[in-house]
C-alpha cells in the first residue's frame, strides 16, 4: 500500500530560525515528490517538485531534499517569517497511476 | 489568468440533501481532480476528470459523482450527504492526467 508519512505533526518555531519538515514514503515505483504549502482554509500551493533524478531544490527559502534509495524526503525553511505559518504536505506520485498519495502534513507556527 | 476557481466558497446543508460544487480550471488545462479534505488531516483523492470521463477514482462511495463539461469545467456532487461529509473540498487542474496539480482555494461544506 502507498503510504507517505510526515514528521513531526507539528512544530513550533520563533521567527527568523531554521527548521526541517520530514517525509518518509513507501509508494512505488517512484515517480515525482512535491511539497506544498496549505494556509488555514485555503489550497495548497506547490513548492517544490522533484523527480527520481534530482536530490535537491530550492525556492527561495524553502529548500527540498530527495534521498531516492532511503525513500526519504525533507523540507528546510531557512530564516522563518511569520508568514511561514502553514501546513507543509508532502505528496508522492507513483508512476503509471494518476492518483498521488498525500502525507497528513505539518503544521508549523512562527511565533515573533 | 484566473487560476483554479471554485464555487461556493462555503456552503451548509442537512443532512440527507444533496449539494453539487463547481469549478473552473487554469486557463489550459484540461484535466480536474477532487479531493476532500477533513479537518487535521491531508487531501484524500475523489476522482480525477479528463475528456470527460472520469479516469481515476479514490476509495469513495457512489453518492459521490462528478462531471466534465467540454469546456473543462466540472462538478462535484454528493447525494445523501453524511455529518461526516463536512470536508473541505478542493479542485485541481493540470495539463495532463499526471502533470503537476494547482490547487483552488476550496469550497468548505458543513452538514448539519
Known amino acids: 500500500k502507498n503510504q507517505v508519512e510526515q514528521s513531526p505533526q507539528s512544530l513550533i518555531i520563533l521567527e527568523g530560525k531554521n527548521c526541517t519538515l520530514q517525509?518518509?514514503?513507501?509508494?512505488?515505483?517512484?515517480?515525482?515528490l512535491r511539497w506544498y504549502k496549505q494556509d488555514t482554509g485555503r489550497g495548497p500551493v506547490s513548492l517544490t517538485i522533484m523527480t527520481f533524478s534530482e536530490n535537491t531544490k530550492s525556492n527561495g527559502r524553502y529548500t527540498a531534499t530527495l534521498d531516492a534509495d532511503t525513500k526519504q524526503s525533507s523540507l528546510h525553511i531557512t530564516a522563518s517569517q511569520l508568514s511561514d505559518s502553514a501546513s507543509y504536505i508532502c505528496v508522492v506520485s507513483a508512476g503509471g497511476s494518476y492518483i498521488p498519495t498525500f502525507g497528513r502534513g505539518t503544521s508549523l507556527i512562527v511565533h515573533p | 489568468d484566473a487560476g483554479v476557481t471554485q464555487s461556493p466558497t462555503h456552503l451548509i446543508k442537512t443532512r440527507g440533501q444533496q449539494v453539487t460544487l463547481r469549478c473552473s480550471p487554469k486557463?489550459?488545462?484540461?484535466?480536474v481532480s477532487w479531493y476532500q479534505q477533513a479537518l487535521g488531516q491531508g487531501p484524500q483523492f475523489i476522482f480525477q476528470?479528463?475528456?470527460?470521463?472520469?479516469?481515476q477514482r479514490g476509495n469513495f462511495p457512489d453518492r459521490f459523482s462528478g462531471h466534465q463539461f467540454p469546456n473543462y469545467s466540472s462538478e462535484l456532487n454528493v447525494n445523501a450527504l453524511l455529518l461526516g461529509d463536512s470536508a473541505l473540498y478542493l479542485c485541481a487542474s493540470s495539463l495532463t492526467p499526471n502533470t503537476e496539480a494547482f490547487f483552488g482555494q476550496g469550497t468548505r461544506l458543513t452538514v448539519v
Open positions: 476528470y479528463y475528456e470527460e470521463e472520469e479516469r
Open positions: 486557463s489550459g488545462h484540461d484535466t
Open positions: 517525509c518518509n514514503y513507501t509508494v512505488s515505483p517512484f515517480s515525482n
